[in-house]
């Protein structure tokens, strides 16, 4: 079995949960924040037998679009340094979907 975590974004959660019900697998869907923009996002566990991998990515790709996002003032690029800091609104591409694939060990539903 491999657990499918993927971060998505709010806006597209929903429709992707409803399309993997419909499609015969379950998620968890947890509230997430990104570390880069600070603001919300979605995180969704997926627990699904390995042959099934493809279909869930395949789902994902589907609903979930990358979106232009402005960055606030100052808000910090890398190691913290003065010059690291951006003093101007920017445009970052958020992703679709940033998706982790991995193996479960043991799996038990009571
Ligand atoms: P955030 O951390 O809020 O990042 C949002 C977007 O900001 C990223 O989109 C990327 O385009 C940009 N970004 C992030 N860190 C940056 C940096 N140090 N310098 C310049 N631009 C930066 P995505 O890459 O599509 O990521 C979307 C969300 O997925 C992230 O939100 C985070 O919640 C999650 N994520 C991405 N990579 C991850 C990783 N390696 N581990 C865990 N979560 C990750």
Same mark, same amino acid.
Do not use: W
């Given at each position: 079995?491999? %657990? =499918?975590? &993927?971060?998505?974004?709010?806006? @597209?959660?929903?429709?992707?949960?409803?399309?993997?019900?419909?499609? *015969?697998?379950?998620? !968890?869907?947890? &509230?997430? !924040?990104?570390? $880069?923009?600070?603001?919300?996002? !979605?995180?969704? %566990?997926? *627990? #699904?037998? #390995?042959? @099934? #991998? /493809?279909?869930?990515?395949?789902?994902?790709? +589907?609903?979930?679009? &990358?979106?232009?996002? %402005?960055?606030? /003032?100052?808000? /910090?690029?890398? +190691?913290?340094? =003065?010059?690291?800091?951006?003093?101007? /609104?920017?445009?970052? %591409? #958020?992703?679709?979907?940033?998706? $982790? =694939?991995?193996? =479960? &060990?043991? $799996?038990?539903?009571?």
């Amino acid at each position: 079995m491999k %657990l =499918v975590i &993927a971060v998505v974004q709010d806006k @597209d959660s929903q429709k992707l949960v409803e399309v993997l019900v419909e499609n *015969g697998f379950r998620s !968890t869907k947890l &509230a997430s !924040t990104g570390g $880069f923009l600070k603001s919300g996002n !979605t995180t969704l %566990l997926v *627990g #699904v037998e #390995v042959q @099934d #991998v /493809p279909a869930v990515l395949a789902i994902i790709r +589907s609903i979930c679009q &990358a979106r232009e996002e %402005l960055v606030a /003032p100052m808000a /910090p690029m890398g +190691s913290g340094a =003065v010059e690291s800091y951006v003093p101007y /609104p920017i445009e970052v %591409l #958020v992703g679709g979907a940033t998706v $982790f =694939v991995v193996d =479960v &060990a043991q $799996f038990h539903r009571y």
